[in-house]
């Protein structure tokens, strides 16, 4: 590929306070040919808070248009343009637009670079309390009930603190699906207005969170949950088993593969995990769908 290409500008925006921009924050938006903003609205009260007036050719860029735009803005970096991406706080392509327009940079060999700057998924876990040595980042849980409990359900032996949005009117439902699937006594922390006026942290079991949040909250939403527990083959005991063989079933495995990997974590016996569930089964008066051991 030849010629001289532009370069894509990835700046994190502040989350709630506006000091929290960073420096390079507004030299770049002072000196972009292009804005590609989630909400020009925002973009124009973040540019009068730096006391900035940029003279780059500012569009909207967010979920409903992203992929429309993106081909008109990889055609501008490819004709040397200097393309800044600011979304309405955080990080673009953290749950934001983004990804679609640094996938199709990356493809035409143009520069992708980033002004760091401030991240919820960041600041909650650093306020959590919870560990922050390995960690990972699921998004938005699903808005209807199934999905959402299946998707609980898929990493419900994540034994990585896991991170999560959520809107403040569904957080109740959120939560306590969460301490349905991971345990009513699963540590966890709601940080709510992370960096603004009325910033909050609350910290506790799921159970005792969700019994809060039904009394209804208000705000921008961050969920840092434990990770599970690594229970040795003494603290597996049978419906724990037979919950984790269903777990995997739930995610898509057989239940024979299912057993055997339950039964390799737990350090047990094949024939034990299998007798778990087989109990659990007739326990709910419904026979298991493979009628031999492993």
């Known amino acids: ?24 924050l507004a030299a770049e938006l002072a000196a972009a040919d292009v804005i590609a903003a989630e909400d020009t609205r925002r973009l124009r009260r973040l540019t009068q808070a730096l006391d900035v007036r940029p003279a780059a050719r500012v569009v909207s860029y967010f979920e409903g248009n992203e992929s429309a735009r993106t081909p008109e803005l990889v055609e501008s970096l490819a004709e040397g343009a200097r393309v800044l991406l600011v979304t309405d ?14 996938a199709a940079a ?3 060999g143009i520069t992708v670079t980033a002004v760091p700057g401030p991240s919820a998924v960041l600041t909650a876990l650093a306020v959590s309390g919870l560990p922050v040595d390995r960690f ?39 939560l306590a699906a969460m301490a349905e699937v991971f345990g009513p006594d699963r540590r966890a922390a709601v940080c709510r207005e992370l960096t603004k006026t009325y910033e909050e942290v609350r910290r506790g079991p799921l ?9 209804g909250v208000r705000g921008e939403i961050t969920i840092v949950v434990e990770g599970a ?4 083959p003494e603290e597996a005991g049978p419906a724990e088993l037979a919950r984790r063989v269903a777990v995997r079933e ?29 109990a659990a089964k007739n326990a709910t008066g419904s026979a298991p769908r493979e009628g031999k051991a492993p």
């Open 1 to 24: 590929m030849g010629g001289v290409t532009g370069t894509l500008v990835l700046a994190g925006t502040p989350i709630g306070d506006t000091a929290d921009a960073p420096p390079r």
């Open 89 to 102: 706080a955080g990080m673009p392509s953290v749950s934001d637009p983004g990804y679609r327009l640094v």
């Open 106 to 108: 990356v493809e035409r």
């Open 136 to 174: 990972c980042f699921e998004g938005f849980p699903p808005r209807k009930t199934g999905e959402r409990l299946t998707r609980l359900r898929e990493v419900a032996d994540e034994r990585r603190t896991l991170v999560w949005f959520e809107a403040p009117h569904r957080l109740d439902d959120t």
């Open 207 to 215: 159970a005792e969170l969700a019994a809060w949040a039904a009394e």
């Open 229 to 232: 527990p690594a229970p040795g």
């Open 250 to 278: 739930e995610a898509g495995e057989r239940r024979k593969e299912a057993i055997a990997a339950v039964a390799q974590e737990a350090g047990l016996p094949k024939r034990q995990v299998f007798d778990a569930v087989v």
